[in-house]
């Protein structure tokens, strides 16, 4: 089947109470391990790409990869979403470009000016039919790093009443939401992990049927931190968002879960154990497959964490 949009995806996911998995892509192996994972698992799936990924890659090898995917799974529904869009014109190249869903980030600007450059993507977006995540409230950490890492004070968490404004006054089909989550392996620098759950809750009151996004939502579990450690990485002390917060989190209205930390250490323990274990090996595809495989196990693993089994029967009977 061609890419599909996330309406159908979310639907399901809310009614059901479980979340979309939606994971970063950034090269071949990547893609096929996801896609390995998701097969097996019978799951629709995001694939999304940020402005980093499209810099790194080339968007259309990233474009074209992702085609590949769905020729070779041709059952399981596929998005392609921009990750942090982070102004209109890069989000109206990827709706040219054929992405089926776009993020726009303004969630740094004042209110105001959030809800006018949200609303601007989304004109343009839904004159194409291609659906909009916005954001409001602020995430710390590596990303949008104020300095102080883990997630920081009242202020930047998702206010429940200005989310309903913020929705109504853009029109955007999924919210991300503030709650406590950060981007990157360093989460909860300042404490044990906790996130605003009276909040979230508040958030789903206030907006029934509304797709909530969880960004940030990386575990960093700590058996691929100390793999990287271990063959000769340097990550002291990273800290992620514990699995049963994600799977409460899905049944609280949270439709699409963002991944990427837990692959990148699932790739990059792999890769420096590869290096260890074999030092002889100057043959990339023997470091990349087990690199790939690695990223498939760490999807099998998330793919459970979301609840999400068997999500591509109820979207293509949807
Ligand atoms: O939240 C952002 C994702 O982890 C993508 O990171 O901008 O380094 O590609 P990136
Ligand atoms: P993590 O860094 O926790 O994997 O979050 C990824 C993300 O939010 C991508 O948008
Ligand atoms: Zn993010």
């Known amino acids: 089947m061609p890419l599909v949009g996330t309406t159908e995806m979310f639907k399901q996911a809310y009614e059901r109470g479980y979340a979309i998995g939606a994971f970063n892509v950034n090269n071949m192996e990547i893609i096929q391990g996801i896609m390995g994972a998701v097969a097996e698992k019978n799951s629709a799936v995001i694939l999304q790409i940020s402005k980093g990924a499209r810099e790194y890659a080339n968007p259309h090898y990233l474009t074209a990869l992702i085609k590949a995917a769905i020729e070779e799974y041709p059952n399981i529904p596929v998005a392609m979403h921009l990750d942090h869009g982070p102004d209109f014109e890069l989000a109206k190249e990827a709706v040219d470009g054929g992405y089926t869903s776009v993020m726009i980030d303004a969630s740094h600007d004042p209110f105001e000016e959030n809800v006018r450059r949200t609303k601007e993507v989304v004109d343009y977006a839904h004159s194409k039919g291609v659906l909009v995540e916005a954001e409001l409230g602020q995430l710390i950490g590596e990303q949008f790093d104020s300095g102080e890492g883990g997630a920081m004070g009242e202020g930047i968490y998702t206010d429940p009443d200005q989310a309903v404004e913020f929705v109504q006054q853009t029109g955007c089909d999924s919210l991300a939401v503030a709650i406590g989550t950060s981007h990157g392996a360093y989460k909860f620098t300042k404490g044990e992990p906790s996130l605003d759950f009276e909040r979230l809750e508040k958030i ?106 068997n999500s591509v029967d109820h979207v293509n009977a949807g």
Request: glycine share 8%.
């Open 204 to 309: 789903q009151e206030k907006l029934p049927n509304m797709p909530l996004v969880l960004h940030g939502a990386s575990t960093v579990i700590p058996e691929f931190v100390e793999m990287c450690n271990e063959y000769g990485g340097d990550l002291p002390s990273a800290k992620g968002v514990p699995e049963e917060f994600i799977s409460k989190a899905s049944k609280m209205g949270v439709c699409k879960v963002n991944i990427d930390t837990d692959l990148r250490l699932a790739m990059t323990g792999t890769i420096r154990k590869e290096f260890i274990d074999n030092p002889g090996n100057f043959d990339p595809r023997k470091y990349l497959g087990p690199a790939r495989e690695a990223i498939k196990q760490m999807v099998l693993r998330k793919l459970d964490v979301l609840g999400c089994e």
